[in-house]
């Protein structure tokens, strides 16, 4: 084999520059779609949908709840998919998927209707192409600077919050259905030139996470022979487990605990306090969505300053230090009331909320490697279902009881300290290559 020709090969198609951060861009951009019209805006859709048919509170949440289930029964096969085929397929066909469920929703007319196609299309297009699949492209292309690089996708997150606000502006103006209309529209347009920038891994490129160059070959001369042996530069430490490696330790359920007991929380904070402000709080349906704006601008220094913590220091302390501050922004917000409320819930709660979220798969492929990544993040996601499932019922249930949601804020501020417990619970798994 002529090695030569080989490095030659790999060096011409490496990208002039490091190729991970227009991975890390479309990853961004696909978290902002997602973020803007589902993680955030379906809260948004909500308000006026349930105005419009009459619906109660529970029966939309139910949707959610559903939706859920399906994301988390598709997770480990589609994680699988994207460790064998890549992200970039998944992508594009989630992109299809989820504009074509928001179109359909815009033509509404029964809550059977709604459920069917939010939960096939919609959640189903999440599933397949704006989830796990660029954070798996970026697991993959960075290694050192990982928790960066997840910070910047999920500044995509934070970009979709800020976009709470003109899309309520947006359904005031032309109505719910024309809005989801559009949204579709603004999927496709958007999502497809941003997936085909998606590549799976940076091997294939003559390159190695974070943009290394392979140790070159060194000639050393000994004696009257003449070796070649491999310089030895040094890299930070890979490891690779497999998908059943990763269920034999304990760090892959406190992992998933940590998460689950998470998406509990931030889902349901994200799906009703539009709701939440309106009612309780008696803010117009604009005000109450521009909160939600201001909740994700201040969020944005959080998820890139505490991903850089976490890639010089322990990551667990790190996300402990956000539950600590997540809950108690999220308990006063809920005691108190008026301006002081909203101010202890931006400065604590935003930035913690916004800093954990990459930070949790960015310590899962810490410890377990990227080869697997997408399946054992899909492995995980099931376990996080039943409290994704819950959640809304949980909010929905305890209104439509109550005739508030403020009780259902006070459980959801004491349920997040669970979170806290599980991270704290999590060690660093034994390398399975050092295995006897």
């Not at 991970?20 to 951009?29: F, K, Q, R």
């Amino acid at each position: 084999m002529d090695t030569g020709s080989v490095t030659s090969e790999a060096t011409a198609r490496r990208p002039r520059v490091f190729y991970g951060w227009w991975i890390v861009a479309a990853g961004t951009g696909l978290m902002t779609l997602m973020a803007t019209f589902s993680y955030y805006g379906m809260g948004i859709f909500f308000g006026p949908i349930r105005t419009y048919f009459g619906w109660n509170s529970t029966a939309l949440a139910a949707a959610v709840s559903f939706a859920r289930v399906e994301g988390g029964f598709m997770a480990p096969v589609v994680g699988y998919l994207i460790d064998r085929l890549g992200p970039r397929k998944l992508i594009l066909i989630g992109v299809l998927v989820g504009g074509t469920g928001y179109i359909l929703l815009s033509q509404t007319m029964s809550l059977a209707y709604f459920y069917v196609v939010y939960i096939a299309f919609v959640q189903g297009g999440i599933s397949l192409g704006m989830g796990n699949a660029p954070s798996a492209a970026v697991a993959n292309w960075f290694q050192r600077r990982r928790g960066v690089a997840m910070g910047l996708v999920n500044l995509g997150a934070s970009f979709g919050g800020i976009l709470a606000a003109p899309l309520a502006l947006l359904i005031e103006w032309v109505g719910w259905r024309k809005a989801m209309l559009m949204a579709g529209v603004v999927v496709w347009v958007v999502g497809f030139p941003l997936g085909l920038v998606i590549r799976h891994r940076p091997e294939p490129y003559g390159l190695l996470p974070d943009g290394r160059q392979p140790a070159p070959v060194t000639p050393v001369e000994t004696g009257e022979a003449r070796q070649v042996q491999p310089a030895a530069p040094e890299e930070p430490e890979e490891v690779e487990f497999s998908a059943k490696q990763a269920l034999k330790t304990m760090a892959f359920w406190s992992i998933a605990m940590t998460f689950a007991a998470r998406q509990l929380v931030t889902g349901s904070v994200a799906l009703f306090l539009v709701e939440f402000l309106q009612e309780d709080r008696a803010m117009s349906h604009r005000a109450a969505a521009a909160i939600i704006s201001y909740m994700s601008f201040i969020g944005m220094p959080g998820r890139v300053g505490f991903a850089w913590l976490g890639d010089h220091f322990d990551k667990r302390w790190v996300i402990a230090g956000c539950f600590v501050s997540q809950s108690a922004g999220l308990i006063l917000f809920t005691a108190l009331s008026g301006n002081l409320a909203i101010l202890f819930f931006l400065v604590l709660y935003a930035p913690a909320y916004s800093g954990v979220l990459p930070l949790i798969p960015a310590l899962q492929a810490d410890y377990f490697g990227r080869k697997w990544f997408a399946t054992i993040r899909g492995m995980m996601a099931p376990i996080a279902t039943a409290s994704a499932v819950a959640g809304p019922f949980l909010v929905g249930g305890i209104h439509d009881i109550t005739g508030s949601y403020q009780p259902a804020f006070y459980v959801l501020g004491v349920s997040n300290v669970l979170a806290l417990v599980f991270i704290v619970m999590t060690r660093r798994p034994r390398n399975p290559a050092f295995a006897q």
